[in-house]
C-alpha cells in the first residue's frame, strides 16, 4: 500500500498540468492507496481555494475516491462518516473534526451554523455551543 500526498490527490482529481501526471494517473489507478484524513482535509482545502471547485463537485469527487476498489482513507470509519456528512451539507473540515472525535462525549464550538447543521444530520458525538457548559 501506498499512502499519497495531497499533490497526488488534486493532479488525479484535475486538469492540473503536472508533468508527472501520467505517472501519477497510473499510480492512482494501479496501486494500493492510502489517502488519510489530513491529506483528505487539505485536497479539499487546495481545490476549494486554489482551483475554485464548487463544493458539490468536491463531494463528487471524493466519491470518485470512495468508490474505487484500490484506495483505502484513514481512518476509514470517520472519514467515510465525515464524506456522508459533507454531502448532506457540513464542510468537510468540521465533519472531519466531529467524526474524528467519536471518543469524546461531545463537541464544543462557538460556530452556530455548524451546531444547527450537525444537529439536523444527528452527528455523533453532538455538536454543542461553548455557551452550554457548565465550567
Known amino acids: 500500500m501506498i499512502a499519497v500526498d495531497t499533490n497526488i490527490i488534486v493532479t488525479f482529481l484535475t486538469e492540473r498540468d503536472d508533468p ?42 471524493f466519491r470518485l475516491l470512495q468508490t474505487m476498489p484500490n ?19 457540513l464542510d468537510l473540515p468540521d465533519a472531519c473534526h466531529v467524526a474524528l472525535s467519536s471518543d469524546a462525549d461531545e463537541f464544543v464550538t462557538s460556530d452556530r451554523p455548524f451546531i444547527r447543521r450537525s444537529a439536523e444530520f444527528g452527528v455523533i458525538p453532538s455538536v454543542n455551543s461553548i455557551q452550554e457548559i457548565d465550567l
Open 20 to 61: 508527472l501526471r501520467d505517472k501519477i494517473l497510473a499510480l492512482m489507478k494501479q496501486k494500493l492507496i492510502l489517502v488519510t484524513a489530513t491529506v483528505l482535509l487539505e485536497s479539499e482545502w487546495v481545490l476549494r481555494a486554489v482551483y475554485h471547485v464548487p463544493r458539490d463537485e468536491i463531494n463528487q469527487a
Open 71 to 89: 484506495i483505502s482513507f484513514y481512518p476509514s470509519d470517520a472519514v467515510a462518516k465525515a464524506l456522508i456528512w459533507a454531502r448532506r451539507g
